[in-house]
């Protein structure tokens, strides 16, 4: 049966709604993003097995362990692998076409384990490529505190 099939005298009717939302990123997460706010990556560590995670995880894949360590890891990595995006979400959800392909990075932290997916702003990339963080200077809010991550010198 198709939606509305069998229903007599019902009238559709639109309705604006534009809900509002917070949500929590737990105590976990929080000391996370509280770092990116001061321009710090902070990255968990399990105390177990001394693996280092970014971004930051409760529990260790290896041993299953708490990780309950938080470490500060310097703004330098490397590109582990990379991909070109021609499209992108837009504020509304659906997906446009970017003006310029941006290159979306996975970036393995010096001293971290473990890789975090980035923007990356460079002429040519390539596994191997070493980065540097960028930071927003007047950011949002704190999922853009990092604005991108550049080629190093």
Not at 18 to 43: C, R, T
Not at 122 to 141: F, H, I, S, T, Y
Request: hydrophobic residues 40%.
């Amino acid at each position: 049966m198709k939606s509305g099939e069998g229903l007599k005298n019902v009238k559709r009717m639109s309705v604006p709604f534009a809900p509002v939302f917070n949500w929590s990123v737990g105590n976990w997460m929080e000391q996370f993003f509280d770092g990116l706010k001061q321009k710090k990556i902070l990255a968990s560590k399990c105390a177990a097995c001394g693996r280092v995670y970014l971004p930051p995880r409760m529990i260790c894949e290896r041993c299953f362990d708490k990780t309950e360590e938080w470490v500060e890891l310097p703004e330098t990595g490397t590109v582990e692998t990379y991909t070109m995006a021609h499209v992108g979400v837009a504020d509304n959800g659906e997906l446009e076409d970017l003006p310029e392909p941006q290159i979306i990075a996975m970036v393995k932290h010096d001293g971290a384990d473990t890789c975090m997916a980035v923007r990356v702003d460079a002429q040519d990339c390539n596994v191997g490529l070493r980065v540097k963080a960028v930071w927003n200077a007047e950011p949002d809010g704190v999922l853009d505190a990092l604005s991108a991550y550049r080629a190093l010198d």
